[in-house]
């Protein structure tokens, strides 16, 4: 166990709130927050100098390469979701051969996400100041959704949709009884796809399930809203069921589309909030709290 580091820097912003900067005061004996996003790999290596312990938000790479000029580097904490290795945004196989912790956080946006799902789908049932979606305003009561995915967010919306009246079923890797006993039903993905109205993908980053069957068994007059980090979907698969002018797609971020030609983004069916709507001041709170706690964590165990 070792009382404190010696230098932490955050290479980027990191959303830390001020009373979280403070505190990190406590866990080292020198801290650099950098106000802006580095533009190279050269100037993350030098703004880490001689630190051992590194912060890093999602805008950012830390790789091999970097880690390699920087040996004295100990822990690195990742200020954003770490939903898997492969995923992560920092080199953690090289990371654990050489004896560097990595750790992130999880869950700390979600409940932004299920009131953004909740505001997408009552504005277009309704027409509140976007087309109406059919010919008279509609509720949820009743209204088939399918929630691809029911981890932490995935749950969290399925619970909201299903206290508004919704007909909720989900499709995951692994059923969840608690939520079936809930009476939320699991359907296979294509079933779940041909009967939901409205489709939800919570998935985590880099994970494709939807292709051009799948958009296929989805068909047409549909909404499809993707909460996640990145696309769930093939983007020429999604372009062609798009081509459809009554079916509907919906994302906070450009990232969560992937188009970097952005012409999606200009057809009238594509609503992109263009902001992450994870990212409010309780979610803040709650980040800033995980992180810490984390440094808390590696400082008991080194």
């Known amino acids: 166990m070792i009382s404190r580091l010696k230098k932490i820097v955050a ?4 959303s830390l709130v001020g009373w979280a900067e403070e505190e990190l005061k406590q866990y080292a004996e020198e801290i650099r927050l950098y106000p802006d996003i580095p533009d190279s790999e050269a100037e993350i290596v030098r703004r880490i100098g ?12 830390i790789t091999a390469d970097i880690l390699r000029q920087c040996p004295q580097v100990r822990y690195i904490g990742m200020c954003c979701s770490l939903y898997s290795e492969a995923s992560a945004n920092v080199d953690i196989a090289y990371a654990r051969e050489h ?10 946006g979600d409940r932004g996400v299920v009131e953004y799902v909740v505001y997408q789908l009552i504005r277009i049932l309704h027409g509140f100041d976007f087309p109406m979606w059919q010919k008279e305003p509609l509720e949820l009561t009743g209204l088939p959704v399918g929630i691809v995915g029911l981890g932490v967010s995935g749950g969290m919306i399925a619970d909201a949709l299903q206290a508004f009246g919704a007909k909720v079923s989900y499709y995951s890797r692994t059923r969840k009884p608690e939520k079936e006993k809930a009476g939320i039903s699991y359907l296979p993905l294509e079933e779940l796809l041909e009967t939901s109205q409205a489709v939800i993908t919570c998935l985590n980053k880099n994970v ?40 509907l797609f919906c994302c906070d971020t450009e990232g969560a589309l992937g188009d970097a030609s952005g012409r999606l983004l200009r057809q009238d069916n594509v609503i992109c909030m263009g902001v992450s709507v994870g990212r409010t001041s309780q979610a803040f709170e709650l980040l800033s709290r995980k992180v810490l706690d984390n440094i808390q964590t590696y400082l008991k165990e080194a």
């Open 50 to 61: 001689d630190a051992d312990g590194v912060l890093v938000s999602y805008t950012s790479q």
């Open 208 to 247: 494709i399930l939807l292709h051009e069957e799948q958009f296929e068994k989805l068909g047409s007059k549909k909404i499809l809203i993707n909460t996640s980090i990145g696309p769930s979907f093939d983007l020429p698969a999604l372009a062609q069921w798009l081509a459809c002018p009554d079916n």
């Open 99 to 108: 004896g560097i912790r990595v750790l992130g956080i999880r869950d700390y």
């Open 11 to 14: 290479v980027e912003p990191v």
